[in-house]
Protein backbone atom coordinates (compact mmCIF):
# COMPACT_ATOMS: atom_id res chain seq x y z
CA UNK A 1 0.00 0.00 0.00
CA UNK A 2 1.10 3.43 -0.73
CA UNK A 3 2.31 5.85 2.43
CA UNK A 4 -0.74 7.29 3.94
CA UNK A 5 1.57 10.72 4.88
CA UNK A 6 4.04 11.92 2.67
CA UNK A 7 6.90 14.85 4.66
CA UNK A 8 9.00 17.43 3.67
CA UNK A 9 11.87 18.52 6.09
CA UNK A 10 12.28 21.87 7.91
CA UNK A 11 14.75 22.92 5.16
CA UNK A 12 11.91 22.71 2.50
CA UNK A 13 9.79 25.17 4.22
CA UNK A 14 9.68 27.87 1.13
CA UNK A 15 11.99 30.17 1.23
CA UNK A 16 9.19 32.79 -0.77
CA UNK A 17 5.64 33.51 -0.38
CA UNK A 18 4.16 33.30 -4.33
CA UNK A 19 2.37 36.34 -5.23
CA UNK A 20 -0.02 35.53 -8.23
CA UNK A 21 -0.73 39.38 -9.27
CA UNK A 22 1.60 38.82 -12.18
CA UNK A 23 0.39 35.69 -13.60
CA UNK A 24 -3.32 37.11 -13.62
CA UNK A 25 -4.97 36.88 -17.20
CA UNK A 26 -6.87 40.08 -16.14
CA UNK A 27 -5.58 43.28 -14.00
CA UNK A 28 -6.77 43.22 -10.64
CA UNK A 29 -9.61 46.15 -10.12
CA UNK A 30 -7.99 48.47 -7.62
CA UNK A 31 -9.38 49.04 -3.67
CA UNK A 32 -10.84 52.68 -3.59
CA UNK A 33 -10.62 55.03 -1.05
CA UNK A 34 -13.88 54.97 1.38
CA UNK A 35 -13.99 58.86 0.60
CA UNK A 36 -12.88 60.07 -2.54
CA UNK A 37 -13.94 56.84 -4.24
CA UNK A 38 -10.92 57.10 -6.03
CA UNK A 39 -8.34 54.62 -6.11
CA UNK A 40 -6.63 53.96 -2.73
CA UNK A 41 -2.66 54.80 -2.29
CA UNK A 42 -0.10 53.33 0.28
CA UNK A 43 -0.93 57.05 2.26
CA UNK A 44 -4.10 56.09 2.78
CA UNK A 45 -3.29 52.32 4.20
CA UNK A 46 -0.49 53.44 6.48
CA UNK A 47 -2.94 54.43 9.85
CA UNK A 48 -3.59 51.19 9.81
CA UNK A 49 -1.30 48.87 8.13
CA UNK A 50 2.95 48.74 8.51
CA UNK A 51 4.85 49.57 5.21
CA UNK A 52 5.94 46.36 4.41
CA UNK A 53 2.33 44.62 4.30
CA UNK A 54 1.02 47.45 2.30
CA UNK A 55 4.50 47.29 -0.36
CA UNK A 56 3.48 43.22 -0.31
CA UNK A 57 -0.44 44.15 -0.74
CA UNK A 58 0.68 46.10 -4.46
CA UNK A 59 3.74 44.22 -5.48
CA UNK A 60 3.99 42.70 -8.73
CA UNK A 61 7.12 40.67 -7.77
CA UNK A 62 6.41 37.12 -8.21
CA UNK A 63 8.07 35.82 -5.56
CA UNK A 64 8.68 37.59 -2.00
CA UNK A 65 11.02 36.11 0.16
CA UNK A 66 10.07 35.02 3.42
CA UNK A 67 12.38 36.54 6.17
CA UNK A 68 14.23 33.59 7.92
CA UNK A 69 13.14 35.05 11.51
CA UNK A 70 9.48 34.08 9.85
CA UNK A 71 10.71 30.49 8.54
CA UNK A 72 12.38 29.91 12.04
CA UNK A 73 8.43 30.43 14.04
CA UNK A 74 7.66 27.97 10.66
CA UNK A 75 9.43 25.22 11.70
CA UNK A 76 7.18 25.02 14.86
CA UNK A 77 5.05 23.41 12.73
CA UNK A 78 5.68 23.66 8.94
CA UNK A 79 6.21 21.58 6.71
CA UNK A 80 2.70 20.03 7.71
CA UNK A 81 1.89 16.85 6.48
CA UNK A 82 0.18 15.63 3.12
CA UNK A 83 -2.29 12.92 4.32
CA UNK A 84 -3.68 10.00 1.31
CA UNK A 85 -6.94 9.62 2.42
CA UNK A 86 -6.81 5.51 2.29
CA UNK A 87 -9.84 4.73 4.37
CA UNK A 88 -11.92 7.56 3.50
CA UNK A 89 -11.14 5.87 -0.32
CA UNK A 90 -12.18 2.51 0.94
CA UNK A 91 -15.27 3.13 3.00
CA UNK A 92 -16.48 5.47 -0.25
CA UNK A 93 -15.28 2.06 -2.54
CA UNK A 94 -14.12 5.18 -4.99
CA UNK A 95 -11.28 4.80 -7.90
CA UNK A 96 -10.27 7.97 -6.87
CA UNK A 97 -7.25 9.03 -5.01
CA UNK A 98 -8.25 11.37 -2.12
CA UNK A 99 -5.29 13.91 -0.61
CA UNK A 100 -5.57 16.45 2.23
CA UNK A 101 -3.33 18.97 3.40
CA UNK A 102 -3.05 18.94 6.92
CA UNK A 103 -2.95 22.56 8.67
CA UNK A 104 -4.81 21.84 12.08
CA UNK A 105 -0.99 20.70 12.94
CA UNK A 106 -0.21 24.19 13.86
CA UNK A 107 -0.53 25.84 17.67
CA UNK A 108 -3.61 27.41 17.08
CA UNK A 109 -4.99 24.66 15.02
CA UNK A 110 -5.21 25.74 11.67
CA UNK A 111 -3.48 27.33 8.66
CA UNK A 112 -4.43 30.90 10.03
CA UNK A 113 -1.01 31.00 12.01
CA UNK A 114 1.14 31.38 8.38
CA UNK A 115 0.09 34.92 8.13
CA UNK A 116 -0.03 35.70 11.61
CA UNK A 117 3.27 34.98 12.17
CA UNK A 118 4.39 36.91 9.22
CA UNK A 119 1.90 39.93 9.93
CA UNK A 120 3.42 40.10 13.85
CA UNK A 121 6.88 40.34 12.88
CA UNK A 122 6.40 43.00 9.89
CA UNK A 123 4.30 44.99 12.53
CA UNK A 124 6.98 44.54 15.61
CA UNK A 125 9.95 45.57 12.58
CA UNK A 126 7.96 48.84 12.45
CA UNK A 127 8.18 49.56 15.50
CA UNK A 128 4.19 49.00 16.61
CA UNK A 129 3.36 48.16 19.89
CA UNK A 130 0.04 46.54 19.78
CA UNK A 131 -2.37 45.14 17.41
CA UNK A 132 -6.22 44.78 16.90
CA UNK A 133 -8.18 42.40 15.00
CA UNK A 134 -11.63 40.43 14.85
CA UNK A 135 -12.11 37.35 15.00
CA UNK A 136 -14.74 34.86 13.44
CA UNK A 137 -14.39 31.02 14.67
CA UNK A 138 -11.94 32.30 16.42
CA UNK A 139 -9.04 30.43 14.86
CA UNK A 140 -7.60 33.39 13.38
CA UNK A 141 -7.72 35.68 17.03
CA UNK A 142 -5.53 32.73 18.38
CA UNK A 143 -3.23 32.81 15.21
CA UNK A 144 -2.98 36.56 16.22
CA UNK A 145 -2.81 35.77 19.81
CA UNK A 146 0.34 33.18 19.72
CA UNK A 147 1.86 34.94 16.88
CA UNK A 148 2.00 38.62 19.22
CA UNK A 149 3.20 36.62 21.80
CA UNK A 150 6.05 35.20 20.14
CA UNK A 151 6.70 38.69 19.06
CA UNK A 152 6.48 40.42 22.04
CA UNK A 153 2.78 42.65 20.93
CA UNK A 154 -0.29 43.11 22.51
CA UNK A 155 -3.40 42.00 20.87
CA UNK A 156 -6.81 43.02 21.71
CA UNK A 157 -9.32 40.70 19.97
CA UNK A 158 -12.88 41.62 19.15
CA UNK A 159 -14.55 38.29 18.78
CA UNK A 160 -17.68 37.48 17.09
CA UNK A 161 -20.62 37.30 19.53
CA UNK A 162 -22.30 34.29 18.58
CA UNK A 163 -18.64 32.44 18.79
CA UNK A 164 -17.86 34.25 21.86
CA UNK A 165 -20.43 32.11 23.29
CA UNK A 166 -20.45 28.75 21.25
CA UNK A 167 -16.58 28.43 21.74
CA UNK A 168 -15.51 30.18 25.71
CA UNK A 169 -12.24 28.06 25.35
CA UNK A 170 -11.11 29.54 21.84
CA UNK A 171 -11.65 32.67 23.98
CA UNK A 172 -9.15 30.80 26.99
CA UNK A 173 -6.27 30.05 24.21
CA UNK A 174 -6.33 33.34 23.02
CA UNK A 175 -6.51 34.67 26.92
CA UNK A 176 -3.31 32.12 27.73
CA UNK A 177 -1.27 33.63 24.70
CA UNK A 178 -2.27 36.86 26.55
CA UNK A 179 -5.02 38.23 24.50
CA UNK A 180 -7.32 40.59 25.29
CA UNK A 181 -10.65 39.51 24.37
CA UNK A 182 -13.93 41.08 23.68
CA UNK A 183 -17.47 39.98 22.13
CA UNK A 184 -18.36 41.99 19.18
CA UNK A 185 -20.00 44.21 19.21
CA UNK A 186 -18.67 46.14 22.09
CA UNK A 187 -18.77 48.40 24.32
CA UNK A 188 -14.86 49.53 23.38
CA UNK A 189 -15.84 51.33 20.26
CA UNK A 190 -17.89 53.95 18.73
CA UNK A 191 -19.27 51.64 15.87
CA UNK A 192 -19.53 48.92 18.45
CA UNK A 193 -21.76 51.07 20.50
CA UNK A 194 -23.70 52.32 17.81
CA UNK A 195 -24.81 48.47 16.29
CA UNK A 196 -25.26 47.85 19.84
CA UNK A 197 -28.00 50.44 20.26
CA UNK A 198 -29.48 49.42 17.34
CA UNK A 199 -30.11 45.63 18.10
CA UNK A 200 -29.14 44.96 21.61
CA UNK A 201 -29.34 40.96 20.43
CA UNK A 202 -27.06 40.98 17.29
CA UNK A 203 -25.48 37.89 17.37
CA UNK A 204 -22.22 40.09 15.91
CA UNK A 205 -21.00 39.25 12.62
CA UNK A 206 -17.59 39.95 10.92
CA UNK A 207 -18.36 43.11 9.00
CA UNK A 208 -18.90 44.38 12.65
CA UNK A 209 -16.33 43.43 14.44
CA UNK A 210 -13.43 44.32 11.63
CA UNK A 211 -14.95 48.08 12.12
CA UNK A 212 -14.39 47.57 15.34
CA UNK A 213 -10.76 46.42 15.13
CA UNK A 214 -10.25 48.81 11.95
CA UNK A 215 -11.05 51.56 14.43
CA UNK A 216 -9.70 50.56 17.64
CA UNK A 217 -6.71 51.03 15.35
CA UNK A 218 -7.39 54.16 13.63
CA UNK A 219 -8.08 56.00 17.14
CA UNK A 220 -4.64 54.47 19.02
CA UNK A 221 -0.85 56.07 17.78
CA UNK A 222 0.66 52.28 19.06
CA UNK A 223 -1.80 50.28 17.39
CA UNK A 224 -2.24 48.69 13.76
CA UNK A 225 -4.97 45.99 12.30
CA UNK A 226 -4.33 43.21 11.36
CA UNK A 227 -6.72 41.10 9.20
CA UNK A 228 -6.79 37.25 8.66
CA UNK A 229 -8.35 36.88 5.50
CA UNK A 230 -9.55 38.88 2.59
CA UNK A 231 -6.35 41.15 1.49
CA UNK A 232 -4.00 40.14 -1.15
CA UNK A 233 -0.96 39.54 1.28
CA UNK A 234 -2.51 37.34 3.47
CA UNK A 235 -3.90 34.86 0.60
CA UNK A 236 -0.33 35.47 -0.37
CA UNK A 237 1.49 33.84 3.22
CA UNK A 238 -0.60 31.13 2.67
CA UNK A 239 0.75 30.38 -0.47
CA UNK A 240 3.75 28.10 1.72
CA UNK A 241 0.42 25.31 1.93
CA UNK A 242 0.14 24.87 -1.96
CA UNK A 243 4.38 25.29 -2.37
CA UNK A 244 4.98 22.27 -0.07
CA UNK A 245 1.86 20.40 -1.32
CA UNK A 246 3.59 20.73 -5.35
CA UNK A 247 6.46 19.35 -3.31
CA UNK A 248 4.91 16.58 -1.75
CA UNK A 249 3.23 15.48 -4.72
CA UNK A 250 6.59 15.74 -6.76
CA UNK A 251 8.06 13.03 -4.36
CA UNK A 252 5.06 10.73 -5.41
CA UNK A 253 4.80 11.62 -8.65
CA UNK A 254 1.13 12.51 -8.71
CA UNK A 255 -0.68 15.71 -9.93
CA UNK A 256 -4.27 16.76 -8.97
CA UNK A 257 -6.74 17.08 -11.41
CA UNK A 258 -8.80 18.63 -8.88
CA UNK A 259 -8.40 21.21 -5.88
CA UNK A 260 -10.87 21.88 -3.31
CA UNK A 261 -11.09 24.44 -0.20
CA UNK A 262 -14.03 25.94 1.62
CA UNK A 263 -13.98 30.10 1.42
CA UNK A 264 -14.93 32.34 3.99
CA UNK A 265 -12.68 35.67 3.08
CA UNK A 266 -10.56 33.07 0.66
CA UNK A 267 -7.45 32.88 2.22
CA UNK A 268 -7.08 29.10 2.96
CA UNK A 269 -8.10 28.23 -0.65
CA UNK A 270 -5.62 30.74 -1.65
CA UNK A 271 -3.10 29.08 0.29
CA UNK A 272 -3.83 25.51 -1.49
CA UNK A 273 -4.86 26.60 -4.81
CA UNK A 274 -2.76 29.52 -6.16
CA UNK A 275 0.27 27.76 -6.85
CA UNK A 276 -1.65 24.91 -8.72
CA UNK A 277 -3.35 27.88 -10.78
CA UNK A 278 -0.28 29.08 -11.32
CA UNK A 279 0.28 25.67 -13.62
CA UNK A 280 -3.40 26.00 -14.58
CA UNK A 281 -2.78 29.92 -16.12
CA UNK A 282 0.19 28.10 -17.78
CA UNK A 283 -1.92 25.68 -19.85
CA UNK A 284 -2.02 22.86 -17.40
CA UNK A 285 -5.65 21.17 -17.12
CA UNK A 286 -6.73 21.19 -13.29
CA UNK A 287 -10.55 22.05 -11.93
CA UNK A 288 -10.57 24.16 -8.71
CA UNK A 289 -13.43 24.34 -6.44
CA UNK A 290 -14.53 26.91 -3.73
CA UNK A 291 -16.96 25.63 -1.32
CA UNK A 292 -19.21 28.31 0.66
CA UNK A 293 -22.22 27.88 3.45
CA UNK A 294 -25.67 27.87 1.88
CA UNK A 295 -26.34 30.29 4.63
CA UNK A 296 -23.41 33.04 3.48
CA UNK A 297 -23.71 32.08 -0.49
CA UNK A 298 -20.76 35.32 -1.23
CA UNK A 299 -20.10 33.74 -4.44
CA UNK A 300 -22.97 31.01 -5.42
CA UNK A 301 -25.77 34.26 -4.90
CA UNK A 302 -23.10 37.65 -4.56
CA UNK A 303 -22.67 40.22 -7.39
CA UNK A 304 -19.57 41.21 -7.84
CA UNK A 305 -19.76 44.74 -7.31
CA UNK A 306 -17.41 47.23 -5.00
CA UNK A 307 -18.67 47.09 -1.55
CA UNK A 308 -17.11 47.87 1.68
CA UNK A 309 -15.08 44.96 3.61
CA UNK A 310 -16.89 46.55 6.79
CA UNK A 311 -20.30 46.87 8.42
CA UNK A 312 -19.27 50.66 9.45
CA UNK A 313 -18.41 51.53 6.12
CA UNK A 314 -14.43 52.34 7.30
CA UNK A 315 -12.35 49.74 4.64
CA UNK A 316 -11.63 50.77 1.23
CA UNK A 317 -14.59 49.52 -1.21
CA UNK A 318 -12.96 46.37 -2.91
CA UNK A 319 -14.32 44.56 -5.57
CA UNK A 320 -15.57 41.32 -4.79
CA UNK A 321 -18.15 38.93 -5.15
CA UNK A 322 -20.30 40.69 -2.27
CA UNK A 323 -23.76 39.88 -0.23
CA UNK A 324 -23.90 43.16 0.98
CA UNK A 325 -21.65 44.51 4.34
CA UNK A 326 -24.80 45.41 6.00
CA UNK A 327 -25.55 41.94 5.73
CA UNK A 328 -25.61 39.83 9.01
CA UNK A 329 -25.21 36.07 7.80
CA UNK A 330 -27.47 33.70 10.19
CA UNK A 331 -25.20 31.97 13.40
CA UNK A 332 -24.01 29.00 11.51
CA UNK A 333 -21.08 27.07 13.13
CA UNK A 334 -18.61 27.59 11.29
CA UNK A 335 -18.02 31.05 12.12
CA UNK A 336 -15.21 31.36 9.81
CA UNK A 337 -17.30 31.48 6.65
CA UNK A 338 -19.73 34.04 8.08
CA UNK A 339 -18.54 36.54 6.09
CA UNK A 340 -20.36 38.93 3.47
CA UNK A 341 -17.94 39.08 0.95
CA UNK A 342 -14.88 37.39 -0.64
CA UNK A 343 -11.48 38.37 -1.45
CA UNK A 344 -10.87 40.84 -4.50
CA UNK A 345 -8.15 37.95 -6.09
CA UNK A 346 -10.33 35.03 -5.63
CA UNK A 347 -13.81 36.80 -6.59
CA UNK A 348 -11.48 37.62 -10.12
CA UNK A 349 -10.24 34.26 -10.63
CA UNK A 350 -14.55 33.22 -9.88
CA UNK A 351 -15.49 35.82 -12.50
CA UNK A 352 -13.09 34.82 -14.99
CA UNK A 353 -14.41 31.10 -14.66
CA UNK A 354 -11.18 29.40 -13.22
CA UNK A 355 -12.35 28.79 -10.09
CA UNK A 356 -16.03 27.56 -9.78
CA UNK A 357 -18.03 27.65 -6.29
CA UNK A 358 -21.06 25.47 -5.26
CA UNK A 359 -22.52 26.16 -1.80
CA UNK A 360 -23.63 23.50 0.99
CA UNK A 361 -25.95 23.17 3.78
CA UNK A 362 -24.59 23.05 7.26
CA UNK A 363 -26.23 19.13 8.28
CA UNK A 364 -25.06 17.49 5.06
CA UNK A 365 -21.10 19.24 6.05
CA UNK A 366 -21.27 17.89 9.41
CA UNK A 367 -22.55 14.35 7.91
CA UNK A 368 -19.50 14.66 5.92
CA UNK A 369 -17.52 15.48 9.00
CA UNK A 370 -18.50 13.00 10.78
CA UNK A 371 -18.11 10.41 8.14
CA UNK A 372 -14.67 11.83 7.63
CA UNK A 373 -13.80 11.60 11.32
CA UNK A 374 -14.83 8.13 11.72
CA UNK A 375 -12.70 6.73 8.89
CA UNK A 376 -9.58 9.09 8.99
CA UNK A 377 -9.72 9.85 12.93
CA UNK A 378 -9.39 13.45 12.72
CA UNK A 379 -12.43 15.71 13.50
CA UNK A 380 -12.20 18.73 11.83
CA UNK A 381 -13.10 22.32 11.61
CA UNK A 382 -17.06 23.09 10.14
CA UNK A 383 -15.64 25.21 7.85
CA UNK A 384 -13.04 23.18 6.00
CA UNK A 385 -15.89 20.21 6.67
CA UNK A 386 -17.30 21.61 3.70
CA UNK A 387 -14.31 20.97 1.68
CA UNK A 388 -14.79 17.76 2.67
CA UNK A 389 -18.51 17.32 1.83
CA UNK A 390 -17.77 18.21 -1.52
CA UNK A 391 -14.44 16.04 -2.02
CA UNK A 392 -16.98 13.08 -1.22
CA UNK A 393 -19.08 14.27 -3.56
CA UNK A 394 -16.36 14.31 -6.15
CA UNK A 395 -15.29 10.86 -5.12
CA UNK A 396 -18.60 9.43 -5.41
CA UNK A 397 -19.24 10.66 -8.71
CA UNK A 398 -15.91 9.23 -10.04
CA UNK A 399 -17.33 5.42 -8.62
CA UNK A 400 -19.85 6.38 -11.01
CA UNK A 401 -17.96 7.12 -13.81
CA UNK A 402 -15.40 4.98 -13.47
CA UNK A 403 -12.78 7.93 -13.02
CA UNK A 404 -9.44 7.31 -10.80
CA UNK A 405 -9.34 11.21 -10.71
CA UNK A 406 -6.79 12.80 -8.34
CA UNK A 407 -8.54 14.54 -5.58
CA UNK A 408 -6.87 17.20 -2.99
CA UNK A 409 -8.16 19.16 -0.14
CA UNK A 410 -7.31 21.92 2.01
CA UNK A 411 -7.95 20.55 5.69
CA UNK A 412 -7.40 23.49 6.86
CA UNK A 413 -8.26 23.22 11.04
CA UNK A 414 -9.32 20.79 13.44
CA UNK A 415 -12.57 20.70 15.53
CA UNK A 416 -11.60 20.25 19.22
CA UNK A 417 -13.25 23.74 19.99
CA UNK A 418 -16.62 22.74 18.05
CA UNK A 419 -17.91 20.08 19.78
CA UNK A 420 -20.52 21.95 20.84
CA UNK A 421 -21.86 21.99 16.89
CA UNK A 422 -21.13 18.15 16.79
CA UNK A 423 -22.83 18.20 19.32
CA UNK A 424 -25.85 19.49 17.96
CA UNK A 425 -25.73 17.74 14.83
CA UNK A 426 -25.26 14.49 16.96
CA UNK A 427 -28.28 15.23 18.65
CA UNK A 428 -30.71 16.46 15.62
CA UNK A 429 -30.65 19.94 16.36
CA UNK A 430 -29.26 21.40 14.36
CA UNK A 431 -30.67 24.13 11.68
CA UNK A 432 -30.28 24.06 7.79
CA UNK A 433 -30.65 27.72 7.20
CA UNK A 434 -32.29 28.74 3.74
CA UNK A 435 -30.58 31.53 1.52
CA UNK A 436 -31.79 34.40 3.14
CA UNK A 437 -33.02 36.03 0.21
CA UNK A 438 -34.97 38.68 1.24
CA UNK A 439 -32.08 39.84 3.69
CA UNK A 440 -29.52 39.46 1.03
CA UNK A 441 -31.87 41.91 -1.33
CA UNK A 442 -31.89 44.18 1.46
CA UNK A 443 -28.52 44.71 2.28
CA UNK A 444 -27.22 44.58 -1.89
CA UNK A 445 -29.78 47.81 -2.02
CA UNK A 446 -27.34 49.33 0.51
CA UNK A 447 -24.08 48.81 -1.88
CA UNK A 448 -22.34 52.05 -2.83
CA UNK A 449 -23.52 52.74 -6.50
CA UNK A 450 -20.34 54.31 -8.29
C1 LIG B 1 -10.35 26.60 10.16
C2 LIG B 1 -10.81 27.72 9.28
N1 LIG B 1 -10.97 27.51 7.98
C3 LIG B 1 -11.38 28.46 7.14
C4 LIG B 1 -11.67 29.72 7.59
C5 LIG B 1 -12.18 30.74 6.62
O1 LIG B 1 -11.28 31.72 6.30
P1 LIG B 1 -10.49 31.69 4.94
O2 LIG B 1 -11.49 31.58 3.83
O3 LIG B 1 -9.75 32.95 4.92
O4 LIG B 1 -9.58 30.51 4.98
C6 LIG B 1 -11.50 30.03 8.94
C7 LIG B 1 -11.75 31.40 9.41
O5 LIG B 1 -11.75 31.72 10.53
C8 LIG B 1 -11.06 29.01 9.81
O6 LIG B 1 -10.91 29.22 11.10
Same mark, same amino acid.
Given at each position: MADTKTFLEEKDIPKSWYN????????????????????? &??????? @????????????????????????????????????????????????ARIYYKYEGVSPAGSHKPNTAVAQAYFNKAEGVKRLATETGAGQWGSALAFACRIFGLECKV???? *?????????????????????????????? &???ILARDPETPGSLGIAISEAVEDAATHDDTKYSLGSVLNHVLMHQTVIGQECKAQFEKLGVYPDVVIGCVGGGSSFA?????? @???? =?????????????EACPSITQGKYVYDFGDTAELTP??????LGHTFVPP?????? =???? &?????????????? @???? *???????????????????????????? *???????? *???????????? @? =?????????????????? =???RLEDYAYPKAEVEKALAGVPKL
Open positions: IAPDLPAPLPPALHPGTKQPA &GPDDFAP @IFPMALIGQEVSREREIPIPEEVREVYRLWRPTPLYRAHRLEKALDTPYMVK *ASYFQKPYRRSMMETWGATVVPSPSQDTRS &GRSGIAFPF @IRDK =LGGKKVQFIAVEPLVKMYTAIHAGG =LRYH &GMAPLISLLCSLRI @IEAR *AVHQNAVFGAAVFFARHEGIVPAPEPAH *AIKVAIEE *AVKCKETGQAKT @I =LFNLCGHGHFDMSAYDAY =LAG
